[in-house]
């Protein structure tokens, strides 16, 4: 039995995460954390860790960068591992998250959906490919108007993995309006739409010469994140210090 402390319990996410762990044997949410107290749970909720003296096995964080070094804290004092669902980290906040790795588990990925992870392969065995025959590359992201930071953490890391086997060559474009010039052969453009309840669709374009590929996920609900995160939550325990993502979970 895998126990969980997940912060920001009454959120959105939180409470899809809630739900799905009160019908699975195999993990149990023993206490929660988040600023809001406008839910009730069948756990202990408190709005700091400072306040949280519950024994578990792994940290699951759905919530936001604010207040990431007293979880840092906390998981580093009682030996415990963090799922980092969070996105929109600072780099200074991002260093942090390194250094904490060294001493716990940290398991981060920018997007705990098994489609977005899989398609996350496939888009680079496409760029290693199709750049050498004058493709270009866009990724399109789409989410709900209450989403705050663009672009999206997923379209970024998406960015990163097509930018890792292509040799870091490649600047990424966030905006075409400021600029009035043809467009670099070595950029990924990436742009934002925000609207609506959309839950999150990313496109990546492969546009070549009188030919285009694209490939898209697209999530209609957010449980496929919280089964992501609960994968995730079972899965680190018991690892080694260091950084792991959902692809050592599907190989």
């Known amino acids: ?10 959120g959105k996410m939180g409470q899809v995460i809630t739900n799905l762990v009160e019908s699975d044997d195999d993990a149990i949410i023993v206490a929660g ?8 749970n069948k756990y202990p909720v408190y709005t700091s860790f400072s306040q949280c003296h ?7 964080d759905f919530s936001s960068p604010k207040n990431l070094t007293e979880m840092l804290d906390y998981a580093k004092e009682n030996e415990i591992g963090i799922v980092l669902c969070t996105t929109g ?9 390194e250094e904490t790795a060294k001493e716990i588990p940290v398991f981060q990925s920018a997007n705990m959906s098994m489609g977005i992870n899989l ?9 290693k ?20 930071d663009a672009p999206s953490g997923t379209a970024i890391a998406l960015a990163d993995a097509m930018n890792k086997v292509l040799g870091d060559a490649y600047e990424y474009k966030y905006d075409r309006s400021s600029v009035r010039e043809m467009r ?5 453009g990436i742009s934002s739409v925000r609207g609506g309840t959309i839950v999150g669709e990313h496109e990546i374009i492969f546009a070549g010469t009188d ?21 995730a939550a079972k899965f680190l325990p018991g690892k080694e210090p260091g950084k792991y993502q959902m692809s050592d979970i599907i190989g």
Do not use: P, W
């Not at 519950?54 to 699951?60: E, L, R």
């Not at 030919?211 to 994140?225: G, M």
């Open 211 to 231: 030919e285009v590929i694209e490939i898209k996920h697209t999530a209609y609900s957010k449980a496929i994140f919280a089964k992501g995160a609960i994968q």
């Open 184 to 188: 670099g052969k070595k950029e990924i």
């Open 33 to 40: 954390i988040d600023i809001s107290q406008s839910k009730v």
């Open 129 to 148: 490919l199709l750049v050498d025959s004058g493709f270009d590359i866009e990724i399109v992201e789409k989410h709900h108007n209450k989403k705050v």
């Open 1 to 10: 039995m895998t126990n969980i402390i997940l912060r920001g319990c009454n």
């Open 54 to 60: 519950v024994m578990a096995d792994v940290i699951v």
């Open 119 to 127: 398609i996350t392969k496939l888009i680079q065995e496409a760029a």
């Open 89 to 97: 980290f600072t780099k200074e906040e991002q260093g942090l998250i």
